[in-house]
């Protein structure tokens, strides 16, 4: 089961980028690394997936070194609607391992 | 397509009480999940079905949770007899695939209150 380390919360300004760090040691070679952003009083929303080097969508993007025992969810030009828990989680596809979201990185943007 | 809808959004009963929740996953998909969130433990999988089958009910807390899938659009969880501890929002979640790794699709979650 691969256990997810992030930060409890971070601290942010409108217009700067943020980068959001998440620890997965023993992911496995089948694993996909997901983060997920949740309002209050919302479920969570899909943002980014990857399995390695960069990915990028019109939100975010997300970095994988070759190791894969980290990940990086980079937020370019945040605003204040970007203040949300973001989690990140490791599942692998075909199932077999309880899905984990963690407590998550609670990002606070001001002005 | 609506989305994943659950009911009731709110629910206040006593300790005690059955409580039901629902769910209708978003039409074509295979994979639904109920999950539990707290301040206290965060979001945790409580059950997840694929093609209307149980594949892990690992995290159901205990034999008071029960949850169904008759047909793939519609899932209940039910909790009897309900405790104060059991206060919490409930999410239901659907997916296109068999993994856990496919995206999930949230549904607006259903705030129980166990007094």
């Known amino acids: 089961l691969a256990k997810t380390t992030q930060p409890i919360s971070m601290d942010s300004y409108e217009g700067q980028e943020v980068n959001i760090t998440c620890s997965h040691n023993n992911i496995a070679t089948n694993d996909y690394i997901t983060w997920y952003q949740q309002f209050p009083s919302q479920g969570p929303r899909f943002i980014i997936q990857g399995y390695k080097t960069k990915v990028t969508n019109e939100v975010a993007s997300l970095f994988i070194p070759a190791d894969r025992k980290s990940s990086t969810l980079s937020l370019p030009r945040v605003s204040l609607s970007d203040t949300a828990v973001y989690y990140c989680?490791?599942?692998?596809?075909?199932?077999?391992?309880?899905?984990?979201f963690g407590t998550g990185t609670q990002l606070k943007v001001e002005l | 397509d609506a989305g994943v809808i659950q009911s009731p959004r709110h629910e206040v009963t006593e300790m005690g009480q059955e409580v039901t929740l629902r769910c209708k996953p978003i039409s074509g998909h295979n994979s639904l999940f109920w999950y539990r969130q707290t301040m206290m433990r965060g979001l945790e999988l409580l059950i997840y079905?694929?093609?209307?089958?149980?594949i892990d009910d690992s995290g159901m807390p205990e034999d008071r949770f029960s949850a169904k899938m008759p047909n793939a659009s519609f899932s209940t969880l039910k909790i009897q007899p309900s405790e104060p501890r059991d206060s919490a929002v409930y999410f239901c979640?659907?997916?296109w695939g068999g993994g856990q790794a496919d995206t999930q699709y949230f549904g607006p979650g259903t705030r129980l209150t166990v007094l």
């Open positions: 079905f694929n093609n209307n089958v149980p």
């Open positions: 989680l490791v599942a692998r596809t075909g199932g077999g391992n309880k899905l984990t």
């Open positions: 979640a659907s997916s």
